[in-house]
């Protein structure tokens, strides 16, 4: 028996010893605490015992006799107004995943505190992990919480009208930092049952058999489900090549490949249950490397071979141009597989709903792509599967694939019962595409006054055992080769290749992130040869509007990577230990590839509900919305309400990716708002009940393979300048970030945004890593090289806009992606200037951060 206090109250415990963090979530129902690694890495489940912040999945019931134990719900009602308030205030709330905790370690600090400084702040929270806020906004919030403490100062009652360019409190902003907002582990449903796949022990080896005997002696096993029980078993997001579960006499292809599912009663014995089926196999060798891969002799991972996809740009005559140049490098790049690492680990609870149908609600990044995945899976007609999303953890491009949701369906369809599938941390880390590892070799041309005169790029990208969305990233990796720069010979050979690695596939920047390192880093060598600094070679070939882009299209009026460096001007010559980068990401799919966002504004009981299936992981689109609908219509937050993603009350507004929702939903509801608008001059909203206004916007676009003279690949781009400053030990000192992403819509969220990309990007320039040994993971979530709070510099975030505005969705672009991109070339160029070292792979060696690979 185990006797301990929470949230004040007495608790008599006289069952099995068990970790904190299971008992709060599962036998008190206390979900604010959230289960983010469980390996004492993340600090998600932060509680307080006894006054001090302590991971709550580290200690065991059977270490807390007598204690305190304070969760977020234990807060007073006025730690709780304090805490949501200047959380919402400062913009410290993104995908609100880790948000609970940091504001248990704030308690711990203040209670003791009341004057923090800000080293203070940043050692309290050292021990927790955030993806989204890079930190600063966080800072911000707790040093505010310490001043309302400190001076017994009421809560504002201020209000905020949700208006563009304005700071603006997000709508979830509230639940997610007490923790009463919904993630998908944090459903209970009375007779759930838990299930869980058995992965493959080898890269590759074919399965012989698969023997049950022994865990269906087990009181808790329910039911085994095999490749032979799925309907249709091969799944893709684009290309179907992705098996559901790997049937006997198949030949597996990673290590996160799922074998069979199991069912349990309960989640405790999930994993001893898998412990006792018995896989046999006949091993194979595994292929671990692009060359292996293209050798001869390579046997075919995939029935047509192991290419996924070619991408051959021509515009001009990149040799030409090259052979007759009077500067020219040449240079081969390398950058490594990378993990998202976002707080949430996947999870997907379905349940059986009408006839023959499934209930699935989810956190990824769209739930049409799941219904459409699902449904074909079932041989159902997408009608049936009802797709429903919760509150997102975070995602950066690593929730856009079947992970478990198509596991929790099937079980679902198949026993007729609610069913829970969720990853564990290792487990999320094995399955789910990572960044592509990319081998860049580039040649870079220019004249005597440093104009770009050609560019030529072979690029090699690793896509891992499947698909994924391989080909788009390579596609847009080798379209973003040239930079922000104008040149108009340019030549791009790419090829996405498998491997028996773990599939590569989205994450921030989408293929970007990798040729910008190499285009930067080219551009820095010509300079040293022309005798100019770094900064004055991108001026001199930076886009402006009227330039004709290597891709063909026309830059237009909004073009602002010039003010972007104009922005940057003075830091960087300030310091010899500065380095320098751009960028430039499109916002939306583009290529000819067809894209829309759709939204409808329904009236109902006097109040404007906003439905899209726009998913938001953290970037803040319920937000973006309801400012779009007050600036086009001039309501007030009291007269709206942004529903939930549910693909039977809200529209298919495609995936959150391509840093395309604030465009494409954004002109939707502006569209559907103007058509509210004019019936708001003659009518009040009371008088318009029941009816429905609807919106969608379609970009038109020319595909790759266009013809024509000047191509539009895409509606919009945004564009970034960084400078990334070291100091005199070679340390991060300062990052100032200018980004162009034309009208601000929400000013707390868009810094936050561009504070956390540059943070992530800061990671993939020194830190960040995911090792592989002969196709097995060497990694674990503590050990990924994620910066921490005490790490990051001061960020100075610069907002800038081109000469001109678009006319689609009142000016905005995108900048989710964007603000990553340019941070690991600018790192780089600094650490060249710092020691005259000239790296050429990700992550940086021989810097203060990470020593040379032995």
């Not at 599962?26 to 006894?50: H, M």
């Not at 060249?832 to 060696?845: A, I, V, Y």
Request: with cysteine; proline share 4%; hydrophobic share 35%.
């Amino acid at each position: 028996m185990y006797a301990f206090s929470v949230n004040g109250k007495s608790i008599t415990y006289d069952g099995e010893d068990k970790k904190l963090l299971r008992f709060l979530r599962e036998d008190l129902q206390l979900t604010g605490t959230k289960d983010g690694c469980s390996e004492g890495a993340c600090g998600t489940c932060t509680v307080l015992i006894n006054g001090v912040k302590t991971k709550a999945c580290v200690p065991s019931l059977s270490k807390l006799e007598g204690k305190q134990i304070i969760t977020i719900e234990g807060l007073s009602e006025r730690e709780a107004e304090i805490y949501s308030y200047c959380f919402a205030e400062a913009g410290a709330v993104q995908c609100g995943y880790c948000t609970p905790g940091m504001i248990l370690c704030a308690k711990s600090l203040i209670d003791t505190e009341k004057n923090p400084t800000q080293e203070m702040v940043k050692k309290a929270i050292r021990g927790n992990i955030c993806r989204c806020t890079g930190y600063k906004k966080i800072e911000e919030a707790i040093l505010l919480a310490a001043t309302f403490f400190r001076e017994d100062k009421p809560i504002p009652t201020k209000i905020e009208h949700p208006r563009l360019n304005e700071k603006y409190r997000r709508t979830d902003a509230i639940e997610k930092a007490l923790g009463t907002g919904m993630y998908t582990d944090d459903i209970r449903i009375p007779g759930m049952v838990y299930a869980k796949a058995v992965r493959s022990a080898y890269p590759r080896a074919r399965v012989l058999s698969i023997d049950a005997t022994e865990a269906q002696k087990h009181p808790d096993f329910l039911h085994l489900i095999t490749a032979r029980d799925v309907p249709q078993n091969i799944l893709g997001h684009l290309t179907q090549d992705w098996d559901v579960l790997i049937g006997q006499g198949t030949v597996t292809r990673y290590i996160g490949d799922a074998i069979c599912l199991v069912v349990s009663k309960k989640w405790e014995t999930l994993n001893e249950l898998a412990s006792l089926i018995k896989i046999e196999y006949e091993v194979l060798k595994p292929i671990l490397s692009i060359e292996e891969a293209l050798s001869d002799d390579a046997p075919y991972i995939h029935e047509k071979g192991n290419i996924l996809s070619v991408e051959h740009i021509v515009r001009g005559n990149a040799d030409s141009a090259i052979a007759e140049a009077k500067h020219v490098v040449k240079r081969t790049y390398h950058t490594p597989y990378t993990e998202h690492a976002f707080m949430e680990p996947e999870c997907a609870v379905a349940l059986p709903e009408g006839e023959d149908g499934v209930l699935v609600y989810t956190s990824s990044q769209s739930i049409y792509d799941e219904q459409h995945e699902i449904s074909r899976m079932l041989q159902l007609p997408p009608e049936k599967v009802h797709c429903h999303s919760m509150l997102v953890g975070g995602g950066f491009g690593g929730k856009e694939d079947m992970s478990v949701q198509h596991h929790a369906a099937l079980v679902a369809w198949i026993l007729k019962k609610p069913v829970k599938v969720k990853l564990s941390r290792q487990e999320s880390l094995s399955v789910h595409p990572k960044r592509h590892p990319m081998d860049i070799e580039l040649t870079t041309a220019c004249d005597d006054q440093g104009r770009l005169t050609g560019m030529k790029a072979v690029i090699l990208a690793n896509t891992g055992a499947y698909a994924s969305l391989g080909g788009p990233v390579l596609q847009r990796a080798c379209t973003h080769a040239s930079g922000p720069y104008n040149f108009q010979n340019f030549e791009v050979l790419g090829k996405a290749i498998y491997t028996n690695l773990v599939p590569s596939g989205a994450f921030r920047g989408f293929g970007v992130t990798q040729s910008c390192f190499a285009v930067e880093s080219n551009l820095n060598l010509l300079a040293d040869e022309l005798g100019i600094d770094y900064w004055t070679i991108r001026r001199i070939n930076a886009l402006k509007n009227g330039d004709i882009m290597p891709n063909g299209q026309i830059a237009g009026p909004d073009t602002g990577i010039i003010e972007c460096l104009e922005a940057v001007k003075e830091d960087f010559f300030a310091s010899k230990r500065a380095g320098i980068a751009c960028g430039f990401k499109n916002s939306g799919v583009g290529v000819g590839v067809p894209d829309t966002g759709r939204c409808i504004l329904s009236v109902e009981q006097g109040v404007v509900h906003i439905r899209t299936s726009a998913a938001c992981m953290g970037q803040g689109v319920a937000t973006m919305c309801m400012q779009m609908l007050g600036e086009t219509c001039n309501l007030e937050t009291s007269d709206m309400l942004v529903e939930r993603p549910d693909t039977i009350r809200t529209p298919d507004s495609g995936t959150s990716t391509a840093s395309r929702q604030t465009v494409f939903t954004g002109e939707a509801v502006k569209r559907a708002a103007l058509q509210l608008r004019k019936q708001l001059k003659k009518n009040s909203l009371i008088s318009l009940e029941g009816q429905e206004f609807h919106g969608e916007y379609t970009s038109i676009t020319d595909p790759i393979t266009s013809t024509k003279k000047n191509p539009v690949s895409h509606v919009a781009y945004s564009y970034s300048a960084q400078v990334v400053t070291l100091d005199e030990n070679g340390k991060l000192e300062h990052v100032t970030a200018a980004c162009d992403v034309g009208t601000p819509v929400n000013l707390q969220a868009l810094t936050g945004q561009i504070e956390g990309g540059v943070v992530m990007g800061l990671g993939y320039g020194l830190t960040e890593d995911f090792p592989l040994k002969e196709g097995y993971l060497d990694v674990k979530y503590g050990t990924l090289g994620l910066l921490r709070s005490t790490d990051v510099p001061e960020i100075e975030v610069k907002l800038v806009e081109g000469p001109q505005k678009s006319p689609i969705a009142y000016g905005v672009k995108g900048v989710g992606e964007l603000c990553t991109i340019p941070t690991a070339p600018a790192c780089q160029n600094a650490y060249f200037r710092f020691d005259g070292k000239f790296r050429t792979s990700l992550p940086l060696e021989e810097t203060a951060y990470r020593k040379k690979k032995q």
